[in-house]
Every structure is written in C-alpha cells, then in structure tokens.
Nanobody
C-alpha cells in the first residue's frame, strides 16, 4: 500500500519558520524518488491550494513568486522524504498541509485536486498564532 505521512505540524508564532516532512513508503515498480511530490494545503473554509512541487530531477515549481519567496521544497531521496520549508509565517498560513505523489514515473503534477494524484497524505496541522 502506498503511504505518505506528513509530520512537523505545530503551533508557531507569526513571523516564525517551520519545516514539514513527507515520508513515502509502499511504492512498487518505481520508487518515491522517481515521481514528483507536491504540497497542497487545506485552508479553513476555502478551496485547497497547490503550493509547489519537486520533480524527480529536483526541479521545483511554486504557486507564485510570493510563495516561492517564503516556501521552499527539497528532498532527501535516501530517506524517501520531501520537505516543505516555510518562513515568515502569518495567521493566513494556518492550514492542514498535505503532500501528494504523482501517478507515473518521471511525471509531476501541479494541481490541488486529489484525484490527480496517486497518493495523498493525511496532512499536518499548522497553526500560526501568538
């Protein structure tokens, strides 16, 4: 069974930083590191937002320049882990952060839609408050 598990969600003060981790397991045929991994967030009362994606070559894509300036995605293939580094957090960043794996080898997905991914994590809650 393909599984993605996020961790690192917590309460952080405005202006603070946080790193989320996404660990993948159960991939058969081709591994976790051979496909793109995306980060999506679920905001209270709003539509899901795609934040960014890292592909198998390590190239990254972000929602917009504002996101790119505050968030960064990196990977450690030896650990089957993708990270989301977040800086300058504001209360508007409070959300459930989810990682998702693309369906096919060498592909990546730039979408907030769950059905477009093969696997979708359970999410990590991030709260930003003083």
């Amino acid at each position: 069974e393909v599984t993605l598990v996020e961790s690192g969600g917590t309460l952080v003060q405005p202006g603070g930083s946080l790193r989320l981790s996404c660990v993948g397991s159960g991939f058969v045929g081709f591994g976790f590191s051979s496909r793109g991994i995306s980060w999506v967030r679920q905001l209270p009362g709003k539509a899901d937002e795609w934040l960014g994606t890292i592909n198998a070559n390590g190239s990254t894509y972000y929602r917009d320049e504002f996101t790119k300036g505050r968030f960064a995605i990196s990977s450690d293939n030896a650990k089957n882990t993708v990270y989301l580094h977040m800086n300058s957090l504001t209360p508007d960043d409070a959300a459930v952060y989810i990682c998702a794996a693309a369906r096919t080898r060498g592909s990546w997905c730039l979408s907030h839609r769950r059905y477009e991914y093969e696997s979708w994590g359970q999410g990590a809650q991030v709260t930003v408050s003083s």
